[in-house]
């Protein structure tokens, strides 16, 4: 049964940028695509991007293009977002899930990134 | 980008009666491969979302058979037979037919 084990919380201060990591175990790691989904404070789930470790090409939500960069390392089972001028309004805990035909299955623990001056 | 709705935002239900929430999308979620591609999930208190539906109607394994889903096209509801203490959360609708995958607001369901 696949886990995705996401890396702690994290503190940044504006105009930074924040490397998730979301380390898989115990299944196929290169098949499946992996995508990250972030929820603000209070609010719902927002897609940002995915990708496919065996092609290794993200595709990212507009609203996030140029600014988020979603990569993988298929030697350690482990893909990793990264999001750059971080802003106030990117307070949110940050999920990275696998795609199964259509369903994010499983997802990981979640991490939350707090942007504060 | 295909928009996700949901009604009512919020539910307050008596332990034992049942619950039903709607979904709805701004286009088809029918793919040309005869799968609708809409989703459940459940987001209980301080926990990842999990997966309760796949394409419509599929249970996913080891979802208490109280939930069922139905629906075709756009339109799509999720039911509670009868809700129990541990169904509180936020219940989420998505669509992963389409890039940018979207998820509708979410409906928050409590107990009375």
């Known amino acids: 049964q696949v886990q995705l084990v996401q890396s702690g919380a994290e503190v940044k201060k504006p105009g930074s940028s924040v490397k998730v990591s979301c380390k898989a175990s115990?299944?196929?790691?290169?098949?499946?695509?992996i995508s990250w989904v972030r929820q603000a404070p209070g609010q719902g789930l927002e897609w940002m991007g995915g990708?496919?470790?065996?092609?290794?090409?993200?595709n990212y939500a507009q609203k996030f293009q140029g600014r988020v960069t979603i990569t993988t390392d298929e030697s350690t089972s482990t893909a990793y977002m990264e999001l750059s001028s971080l802003r106030s309004e990117d307070t949110a805990v940050y999920y990275c899930a696998r795609l199964v035909v259509g369903a994010f299955l499983p997802w990981g623990q979640g991490t939350l990134v707090t942007v504060s001056s | 980008d295909i928009v996700m709705t949901q009604t009512p935002l919020s539910l307050s239900v008596t332990p034992g009666q049942p619950a039903s929430i709607s979904c709805k999308s701004s286009?088809?979620?029918?793919?040309?491969?005869?799968?609708?591609?809409l989703y459940w999930y459940l987001q209980k208190p301080g926990q990842s979302p999990q997966l309760l539906i796949y394409e419509v109607s599929n249970r996913f394994s080891g979802v208490p058979d109280r939930f069922s889903g139905s629906g075709s096209g756009t339109d799509f509801t999720l039911k509670i037979s009868r809700v129990e203490a541990e169904d509180v959360g936020v219940y989420y609708c998505?669509?992963?037919?389409?890039?940018?995958?979207?998820f509708g607001p979410g409906t928050k369901v409590d107990i009375k």
């Open positions: 115990g299944g196929t790691f290169s098949s499946y695509a």
């Open positions: 990708i496919i470790p065996i092609f290794g090409t993200a």
């Open positions: 286009q088809s979620l029918l793919h040309s491969d005869g799968k609708t591609y």
């Open positions: 998505m669509q992963s037919i389409q890039l940018p995958f979207t």
